[in-house]
Every structure is written in C-alpha cells, then in structure tokens.
C-alpha cells in the first residue's frame, strides 16, 4: 500500500497497481470483462462469482482470471 | 423395430445427461470463430470441449467462443488439454466448474509432449480427488483394460482411451484393446484421439463404442464444415453397423447368387 491510495497485484502474470478497497468484482469490471463469463483465482483459491462483489482486493494479491477458449 | 428412424430412437447417457449424437467435437486449431461454429453445426454435435485459458487482460475485447457456440445449446465440456500433472488438471477444473457452473468435466493428465500419452498415475489420483469435490470426469486415458476398471472403480463417468496419439490421425490402431475395455465397462466408453478420416470413426463405433471425440480430424481437413459432415455421418454409419450386427468372416468365397438352377 501506498500513499496514492493503491495496492499492487498481480493479474495473469503482470503485475498492476489498483485503487486500495475496491472488490474483484470491481476490479474484473474495470479490466473491461464481464464477470459472470470469466471465473476468478486469487492466491490459489477459486472465489466463487457470487462473492466476488464482497472480497476486497488485498495488496500483494495474485490472480488468475480465466475463461474458455477453444480446445481439443 | 422402427427402421425409418433408427438412430433416432438411440441414445447414450453419461452422468445423468442423453445425448442422441454420438460425436463430440473439440474447438481448437480452426482458422476461425466462425469456421468452428459451422463445423460444430455440420457435425451434428451435442457436446464440445473447450479449454480453459488466461484472458488476454490487455485486450479484454477479444472475440470469445460463447459469442460463436452458444453453451445453452451445446454442452460445453471443459478440458485440461495441457496439463501435465494432477494438481494442474484439478486446479484447472476447480476454475472451469466456477467458469462454467457445471460438474461434468474432461480430466486428460499428459505424461511428455513428444506422444501426449496420458501419465496414468496422476490421471488415477486426479479423478480421486475430483470425484470427492463433486466433479463428473470423463477420463482420458491408456488403452488398458485394468487402468480403465480402476478409473471406474474411482468414479470416472466415462472411460476414454485414446486410438492413436492426440493428433496424429493415423486411425485406431489397437481395435483388440478398445474392444476388451467396452466390454469391460459399465460406464460409457469413447475413443478419444487417433481419428484421421471418417472410416477410423466409423471403426470406432463398429467396436461398440458409445462415441468418439475427435479436433483435428475435422479442424485440419481442407474443407472442415464437409469432413464435420463426414464424421457426423461415419459415427451413425458405424454405430448402425454395430447394432445390426455384422456377419461372420470366411476364409474362402460363398457365392451371393444361388446355385440350384444353373444353367
């Protein structure tokens, strides 16, 4: 945590700065994806979508944020 | 017997869920989202699977699959094409079930690049771990007939031996152990991987086989829409033959036409 009010993360390998306190659901909106088509990891854990609007956001957090692509 | 409608009335049933096609379909390698859409269509396909990937977070625009193969109509079947052991796999599938909200799932745990064989041991303990977590694999594995009875003793709700290795298109080679595990299970059983051409799919299903799962086969052809409609039709041709029964083979000629009455 800073003094600007922002918390770093890493997100699918690359690490970013975000406002301190906001939710992932926030955070997923504010990378421009919807929610209720991506599914969510933080440090490992699946967060399930219905919480994902409760979780904060904590500094030194590592996502993975996933969706299905086309495969064998 | 109703001979108007005859793979009409048959059907397959895995966890719970019928199907009346008997050929699923991956997505990958087409030139396109929409080519794979079309593809899908031709084949008549109740089921595709996907895999399960990283979103490009620097272009969250990018065209998805939902876009093109709506999952309210086709079953999505979500697969771990790519990961080498069972913590990779289950991990994947932990995030697919919340990606997609549904349990039946593909488990495939690779043992090396080179032949993409399955590693059995971490296939085995994976299934265990995702049958506890309340998951519904369907089981790629070896073309052995004890491997797929302890698959199905740990729960697997289909058994999918490969018929050649993934992509390779050389058709099924080893029809002696895909026979012997069918008759083993009590599960349904589905080639997975080996299919080149619709006569390997159609042998597939001639070996009782309740489906074939197939990606290159259809992907890489020149023309995939007309090959998905090929395999469409190769897998009812060969699941008719199946069911009809085929005769016996002889070692020497037994001429068609009668004898008696030669002139």
């Given at each position: 945590m800073t003094v600007d009010h922002t918390v770093q993360v890493r997100i699918n390998g690359e690490h970013r700065r975000v406002a301190q306190g906001i939710s992932i659901a926030e955070l997923v909106s504010e990378l421009g994806l919807d929610p209720l088509r991506v599914a969510v990891e933080r440090n490992l854990e699946v967060v399930p979508r219905s919480t994902l609007g409760d979780v904060k956001v904590e500094d030194g957090d590592d996502f993975e944020i996933v969706r299905f692509v086309g495969g064998g | 017997m109703n001979v108007q409608s005859p793979v009409g009335a048959d059907s397959w049933t895995v966890a719970g869920r019928t199907f009346t096609s008997r050929l699923i379909v991956g997505t990958g390698k087409y030139k396109s989202l929409q080519e794979n859409a079309a593809a899908v269509e031709a084949s008549g396909a109740e089921i595709v699977t996907v895999a399960v990937r990283r979103v490009n977070i620097s272009n969250p625009n990018e065209p998805m699959l939902t876009d093109f193969i709506d999952p309210k109509e086709i079953?999505?079947?979500?697969n771990t094409a790519g990961c080498f052991t069972a913590d990779d796999a289950i991990r994947t599938l932990r995030l697919a079930r919340e990606a997609g909200g549904w349990n039946l799932v593909?488990?495939?745990?690779?043992?090396?690049?080179k032949t993409l064989y399955p590693d059995m041991r971490e296939t085995l303990r994976a299934t265990e771990v995702l049958v506890k977590e309340g998951f519904e694999p369907m089981v790629y594995c070896v073309d052995d007939p004890i491997a797929a009875k302890q698959l199905e003793e740990?729960?697997?709700?289909?058994?999918m031996p490969l018929g050649a290795p993934i992509g390779s298109g050389l058709g099924i080679q080893n029809r002696v152990t895909i026979r012997l595990i069918v008759e083993g299970a009590k599960v349904p059983v589905l080639v997975d991987a080996g299919v080149g051409t619709a006569s390997d799919a159609a042998q597939a299903m001639e070996l009782g086989c309740d489906g074939v799962l197939m990606n290159t086969a259809i992907a890489e052809a020149k023309d995939p829409v007309m090959m998905a409609r090929a395999m469409k039709s190769a897998v009812e041709a060969g699941r008719l033959a199946y069911l009809a029964g085929r005769m016996q083979k002889r070692r020497y000629a037994d001429p068609s036409s009668p004898l008696a009455g030669l002139i």
């Open positions: - | 079953t999505y079947l979500p593909k488990l495939e745990v690779l043992g090396e690049a740990a729960g697997a709700v289909a058994i």
